[in-house]
Protein backbone atom coordinates (compact mmCIF):
# COMPACT_ATOMS: atom_id res chain seq x y z
CA UNK A 1 0.00 0.00 0.00
CA UNK A 2 1.01 3.88 -0.88
CA UNK A 3 0.80 6.03 1.51
CA UNK A 4 -0.32 9.44 1.49
CA UNK A 5 -0.53 12.07 4.40
CA UNK A 6 -2.99 14.87 3.44
CA UNK A 7 -2.04 18.01 4.95
CA UNK A 8 -5.81 20.06 5.56
CA UNK A 9 -7.48 17.01 4.98
CA UNK A 10 -10.83 18.57 7.30
CA UNK A 11 -11.20 21.47 4.52
CA UNK A 12 -13.53 21.40 1.60
CA UNK A 13 -11.31 19.64 -0.83
CA UNK A 14 -9.16 17.92 1.65
CA UNK A 15 -12.11 15.64 3.25
CA UNK A 16 -13.63 14.91 -0.65
CA UNK A 17 -10.04 13.91 -1.37
CA UNK A 18 -10.08 11.50 1.90
CA UNK A 19 -13.49 9.93 1.15
CA UNK A 20 -12.08 9.11 -2.43
CA UNK A 21 -9.44 7.41 -0.97
CA UNK A 22 -10.65 5.82 1.42
CA UNK A 23 -12.12 2.92 -0.59
CA UNK A 24 -8.84 3.04 -3.05
CA UNK A 25 -7.79 -0.33 -3.13
CA UNK A 26 -3.60 0.93 -3.11
CA UNK A 27 -3.43 3.74 -0.96
CA UNK A 28 -3.86 4.52 2.71
CA UNK A 29 -4.11 7.52 4.23
CA UNK A 30 -2.24 8.91 7.27
CA UNK A 31 -3.97 11.79 9.46
CA UNK A 32 -2.07 14.12 11.78
CA UNK A 33 -3.34 14.31 15.30
CA UNK A 34 -6.04 17.25 15.07
CA UNK A 35 -3.92 18.38 18.43
CA UNK A 36 -0.64 18.12 16.66
CA UNK A 37 -1.93 20.31 13.10
CA UNK A 38 0.58 22.80 13.88
CA UNK A 39 3.35 21.05 15.25
CA UNK A 40 5.87 21.47 12.34
CA UNK A 41 8.13 18.43 13.44
CA UNK A 42 5.52 16.17 13.33
CA UNK A 43 3.98 17.24 9.85
CA UNK A 44 7.73 16.82 8.96
CA UNK A 45 7.67 13.06 10.37
CA UNK A 46 4.06 12.02 8.24
CA UNK A 47 5.46 13.90 5.66
CA UNK A 48 8.91 11.39 5.31
CA UNK A 49 6.59 8.60 5.92
CA UNK A 50 4.12 9.44 3.35
CA UNK A 51 4.39 8.65 -0.42
CA UNK A 52 3.15 11.77 -1.69
CA UNK A 53 1.49 14.17 0.76
CA UNK A 54 -1.30 16.39 -0.56
CA UNK A 55 -1.73 19.93 0.29
CA UNK A 56 -5.40 21.07 0.94
CA UNK A 57 -4.02 24.11 2.56
CA UNK A 58 -4.37 28.02 1.95
CA UNK A 59 -1.98 29.55 0.00
CA UNK A 60 0.46 31.28 2.42
CA UNK A 61 0.23 27.83 4.67
CA UNK A 62 0.43 25.53 1.29
CA UNK A 63 4.12 27.63 0.70
CA UNK A 64 5.56 26.66 4.64
CA UNK A 65 4.09 23.22 4.20
CA UNK A 66 6.61 23.04 0.79
CA UNK A 67 9.27 25.16 2.69
CA UNK A 68 9.28 21.33 4.64
CA UNK A 69 9.22 18.89 2.13
CA UNK A 70 12.26 20.41 -0.11
CA UNK A 71 14.38 20.31 3.15
CA UNK A 72 13.39 16.51 3.48
CA UNK A 73 13.12 15.84 -0.42
CA UNK A 74 9.27 15.05 -0.20
CA UNK A 75 7.26 14.53 -2.95
CA UNK A 76 4.08 17.27 -2.84
CA UNK A 77 0.82 17.44 -4.77
CA UNK A 78 -0.93 21.02 -4.18
CA UNK A 79 -3.79 21.77 -4.44
CA UNK A 80 -3.23 25.24 -3.25
CA UNK A 81 -3.24 27.94 -6.06
CA UNK A 82 -0.18 29.01 -5.35
CA UNK A 83 2.69 26.31 -7.67
CA UNK A 84 0.35 26.34 -10.73
CA UNK A 85 2.73 28.78 -12.52
CA UNK A 86 5.89 28.07 -10.74
CA UNK A 87 9.10 26.85 -12.02
CA UNK A 88 9.89 23.62 -10.81
CA UNK A 89 6.21 22.48 -11.05
CA UNK A 90 4.23 20.40 -12.81
CA UNK A 91 0.92 21.31 -14.10
CA UNK A 92 -1.50 18.59 -13.03
CA UNK A 93 -3.69 17.95 -15.98
CA UNK A 94 -3.00 14.75 -17.69
CA UNK A 95 -5.21 15.94 -20.92
CA UNK A 96 -3.35 18.57 -21.32
CA UNK A 97 -0.95 17.32 -23.85
CA UNK A 98 0.92 14.24 -24.86
CA UNK A 99 4.18 14.36 -22.11
CA UNK A 100 1.96 15.23 -19.27
CA UNK A 101 1.42 12.19 -17.93
CA UNK A 102 4.48 11.02 -17.70
CA UNK A 103 5.80 14.43 -16.08
CA UNK A 104 3.04 14.15 -13.25
CA UNK A 105 4.29 10.53 -13.05
CA UNK A 106 7.75 11.52 -12.55
CA UNK A 107 7.57 14.83 -10.84
CA UNK A 108 8.72 15.98 -7.26
CA UNK A 109 6.04 18.47 -7.43
CA UNK A 110 2.57 18.69 -9.25
CA UNK A 111 0.20 21.63 -8.88
CA UNK A 112 -3.44 20.23 -9.00
CA UNK A 113 -5.55 22.81 -11.40
CA UNK A 114 -8.03 25.14 -10.32
CA UNK A 115 -11.64 24.20 -11.28
CA UNK A 116 -12.75 27.55 -13.34
CA UNK A 117 -9.22 26.68 -15.49
CA UNK A 118 -9.26 23.17 -15.87
CA UNK A 119 -12.44 23.98 -18.21
CA UNK A 120 -11.54 26.75 -19.57
CA UNK A 121 -7.32 25.28 -20.74
CA UNK A 122 -9.16 22.42 -21.87
CA UNK A 123 -11.02 24.47 -24.83
CA UNK A 124 -8.88 27.05 -25.82
CA UNK A 125 -5.15 25.41 -25.12
CA UNK A 126 -5.76 22.71 -28.68
CA UNK A 127 -7.69 25.62 -30.30
CA UNK A 128 -5.05 27.69 -29.55
CA UNK A 129 -1.84 25.44 -30.71
CA UNK A 130 -3.26 24.29 -33.72
CA UNK A 131 -3.76 27.95 -34.79
CA UNK A 132 -7.53 27.77 -35.16
CA UNK A 133 -7.85 30.81 -32.54
CA UNK A 134 -4.97 33.40 -32.37
CA UNK A 135 -2.81 33.23 -29.38
CA UNK A 136 -2.76 36.85 -29.07
CA UNK A 137 -6.42 37.25 -29.52
CA UNK A 138 -8.64 38.89 -27.16
CA UNK A 139 -11.08 36.38 -25.22
CA UNK A 140 -13.79 36.46 -22.35
CA UNK A 141 -14.97 33.79 -20.03
CA UNK A 142 -18.24 34.01 -18.23
CA UNK A 143 -18.55 31.09 -15.98
CA UNK A 144 -20.72 30.10 -12.66
CA UNK A 145 -19.78 27.75 -9.85
CA UNK A 146 -21.51 26.62 -7.07
CA UNK A 147 -21.04 28.41 -3.57
CA UNK A 148 -18.74 25.12 -2.44
CA UNK A 149 -15.86 26.58 -4.62
CA UNK A 150 -15.62 29.51 -2.68
CA UNK A 151 -14.60 27.60 0.63
CA UNK A 152 -15.69 27.42 4.37
CA UNK A 153 -16.68 31.02 5.03
CA UNK A 154 -18.84 30.74 1.84
CA UNK A 155 -20.55 27.56 2.53
CA UNK A 156 -21.06 28.93 6.19
CA UNK A 157 -23.03 31.80 4.61
CA UNK A 158 -25.26 29.72 1.81
CA UNK A 159 -25.86 27.04 4.21
CA UNK A 160 -27.23 29.14 6.90
CA UNK A 161 -28.43 32.54 5.38
CA UNK A 162 -31.39 32.71 3.42
CA UNK A 163 -30.42 36.46 2.11
CA UNK A 164 -27.40 34.65 0.67
CA UNK A 165 -28.02 35.98 -3.11
CA UNK A 166 -29.89 33.59 -6.14
CA UNK A 167 -26.56 34.84 -8.40
CA UNK A 168 -23.48 36.96 -8.00
CA UNK A 169 -20.77 37.90 -9.94
CA UNK A 170 -17.44 38.70 -8.75
CA UNK A 171 -13.92 39.10 -9.36
CA UNK A 172 -14.62 42.61 -10.97
CA UNK A 173 -11.11 43.91 -10.31
CA UNK A 174 -9.87 41.84 -13.36
CA UNK A 175 -7.17 40.38 -10.75
CA UNK A 176 -8.60 36.68 -10.20
CA UNK A 177 -5.69 34.26 -8.62
CA UNK A 178 -6.81 31.71 -11.86
CA UNK A 179 -6.33 34.31 -14.76
CA UNK A 180 -2.04 33.65 -14.63
CA UNK A 181 -3.06 30.05 -14.73
CA UNK A 182 -5.70 30.19 -17.31
CA UNK A 183 -3.06 32.73 -19.28
CA UNK A 184 -0.29 30.53 -19.44
CA UNK A 185 -1.21 26.71 -20.09
CA UNK A 186 -4.03 28.16 -22.44
CA UNK A 187 -1.36 29.92 -24.59
CA UNK A 188 -2.21 33.29 -24.49
CA UNK A 189 -0.38 36.05 -25.14
CA UNK A 190 -2.89 38.64 -23.49
CA UNK A 191 -4.84 37.90 -19.91
CA UNK A 192 -8.45 37.00 -20.48
CA UNK A 193 -11.35 38.86 -19.61
CA UNK A 194 -12.91 36.84 -16.78
CA UNK A 195 -16.34 36.99 -15.75
CA UNK A 196 -16.30 34.41 -12.74
CA UNK A 197 -20.17 34.32 -10.67
CA UNK A 198 -21.84 32.18 -7.79
CA UNK A 199 -25.40 30.27 -7.33
CA UNK A 200 -27.42 29.03 -4.82
CA UNK A 201 -26.19 25.72 -5.71
CA UNK A 202 -23.71 23.36 -3.84
CA UNK A 203 -21.63 21.95 -6.38
CA UNK A 204 -21.63 22.13 -10.51
CA UNK A 205 -19.60 24.73 -12.59
CA UNK A 206 -20.84 25.89 -16.22
CA UNK A 207 -18.09 27.80 -18.28
CA UNK A 208 -19.15 29.58 -21.58
CA UNK A 209 -16.63 31.59 -24.07
CA UNK A 210 -18.31 33.38 -26.51
CA UNK A 211 -16.23 34.04 -30.07
CA UNK A 212 -16.54 35.78 -33.17
CA UNK A 213 -14.88 34.06 -35.88
CA UNK A 214 -13.23 35.32 -38.70
CA UNK A 215 -10.85 34.45 -41.59
CA UNK A 216 -13.21 31.41 -42.84
CA UNK A 217 -12.79 30.30 -39.49
CA UNK A 218 -16.15 27.76 -38.96
CA UNK A 219 -17.46 26.07 -35.62
CA UNK A 220 -17.25 23.36 -36.83
CA UNK A 221 -13.80 23.23 -37.39
CA UNK A 222 -13.42 23.96 -33.56
CA UNK A 223 -15.69 21.21 -32.73
CA UNK A 224 -13.30 19.34 -34.94
CA UNK A 225 -10.29 19.41 -33.36
CA UNK A 226 -11.77 19.52 -29.85
CA UNK A 227 -13.11 15.86 -31.09
CA UNK A 228 -9.59 14.46 -31.62
CA UNK A 229 -7.69 15.93 -29.22
CA UNK A 230 -9.86 14.41 -26.95
CA UNK A 231 -10.90 10.88 -28.35
CA UNK A 232 -9.16 8.95 -26.44
CA UNK A 233 -9.33 10.80 -22.41
CA UNK A 234 -11.18 8.68 -20.09
CA UNK A 235 -12.67 11.51 -18.43
CA UNK A 236 -13.36 14.17 -21.29
CA UNK A 237 -16.09 14.31 -23.60
CA UNK A 238 -16.81 16.25 -26.35
CA UNK A 239 -20.60 16.69 -27.21
CA UNK A 240 -22.12 16.61 -31.37
CA UNK A 241 -22.01 20.19 -32.67
CA UNK A 242 -24.75 22.34 -31.91
CA UNK A 243 -26.13 19.65 -29.82
CA UNK A 244 -27.31 20.14 -26.03
CA UNK A 245 -26.60 17.08 -24.27
CA UNK A 246 -28.01 17.69 -20.58
CA UNK A 247 -31.07 16.69 -18.78
CA UNK A 248 -32.42 19.90 -18.48
CA UNK A 249 -32.39 20.66 -22.66
CA UNK A 250 -32.85 22.92 -24.41
CA UNK A 251 -30.94 24.98 -21.50
CA UNK A 252 -27.51 24.51 -20.32
CA UNK A 253 -26.76 24.18 -16.85
CA UNK A 254 -24.23 23.49 -14.64
CA UNK A 255 -25.39 20.16 -13.36
CA UNK A 256 -25.49 16.80 -13.84
CA UNK A 257 -21.72 16.22 -13.10
CA UNK A 258 -21.60 16.55 -9.18
CA UNK A 259 -19.53 14.06 -7.73
CA UNK A 260 -17.68 12.87 -10.73
CA UNK A 261 -14.45 13.95 -12.56
CA UNK A 262 -15.95 14.05 -15.69
CA UNK A 263 -15.93 17.26 -17.70
CA UNK A 264 -18.36 18.12 -21.09
CA UNK A 265 -17.19 20.38 -24.05
CA UNK A 266 -19.30 21.78 -26.44
CA UNK A 267 -19.43 24.16 -29.47
CA UNK A 268 -22.36 26.24 -30.64
CA UNK A 269 -22.63 28.30 -33.64
CA UNK A 270 -24.72 30.45 -35.32
CA UNK A 271 -26.53 29.82 -38.55
CA UNK A 272 -24.22 32.10 -40.66
CA UNK A 273 -21.39 30.49 -38.77
CA UNK A 274 -18.82 33.35 -37.24
CA UNK A 275 -20.49 33.43 -33.56
CA UNK A 276 -19.40 30.66 -31.53
CA UNK A 277 -19.98 29.62 -27.87
CA UNK A 278 -17.61 27.12 -26.48
CA UNK A 279 -18.68 25.80 -23.29
CA UNK A 280 -17.15 23.26 -20.18
CA UNK A 281 -19.19 21.73 -17.55
CA UNK A 282 -17.58 20.25 -14.76
CA UNK A 283 -17.61 19.31 -11.11
CA UNK A 284 -16.17 22.48 -9.12
CA UNK A 285 -15.42 19.62 -6.28
CA UNK A 286 -14.51 17.17 -8.72
CA UNK A 287 -12.44 17.18 -12.14
CA UNK A 288 -12.26 20.25 -10.57
CA UNK A 289 -10.44 20.06 -7.19
CA UNK A 290 -10.67 16.49 -5.11
CA UNK A 291 -11.17 13.80 -8.43
CA UNK A 292 -8.30 15.57 -10.15
CA UNK A 293 -6.28 15.29 -7.30
CA UNK A 294 -7.16 11.73 -6.58
CA UNK A 295 -6.17 11.27 -10.70
CA UNK A 296 -2.62 12.91 -10.11
CA UNK A 297 -2.00 10.64 -7.24
CA UNK A 298 -3.06 8.12 -9.33
CA UNK A 299 -0.76 8.84 -11.63
CA UNK A 300 2.43 9.70 -9.13
CA UNK A 301 1.81 6.78 -7.57
CA UNK A 302 1.69 4.41 -10.26
CA UNK A 303 -1.95 3.23 -9.69
CA UNK A 304 -4.56 2.60 -12.58
CA UNK A 305 -5.50 6.68 -13.69
CA UNK A 306 -8.81 5.91 -12.51
CA UNK A 307 -9.01 4.55 -9.17
CA UNK A 308 -11.53 6.26 -7.17
CA UNK A 309 -11.11 9.44 -8.66
CA UNK A 310 -15.49 9.84 -8.44
CA UNK A 311 -17.42 9.83 -4.99
Known amino acids: MKKVFIDGETGTTGLQVRERLVNH ?14 DVEEKRRLMK ?18 ALAQEEGCRVLDASSVHRVAEGWVYGMAELDQSQRQQI ?3 QFVSNPGCYPTGIILLLKPLVEQGLLAADGHY ?18 YESDETAPTYATYGLNFKHKHLPEIQKWSQLTHTPIFIPSVGDFAQGMLI ?24 AESFVTVHPFNEVKDSHAPFLTPHGLENTNQVELAVFASEDGQSVVLSAKLDNLGKGASGAAVQNLNLMLGCQEDLAVEL
Open 140 to 157: TVNAISGYTGGGKQLIER
Open 25 to 38: PEIEVISIDPEKKR
Open 49 to 66: EADVTVLCLPDDAAKDTV
Open 105 to 107: QQA
Open 208 to 231: SIPLTLTNGMTGEALHQVLTSTYA
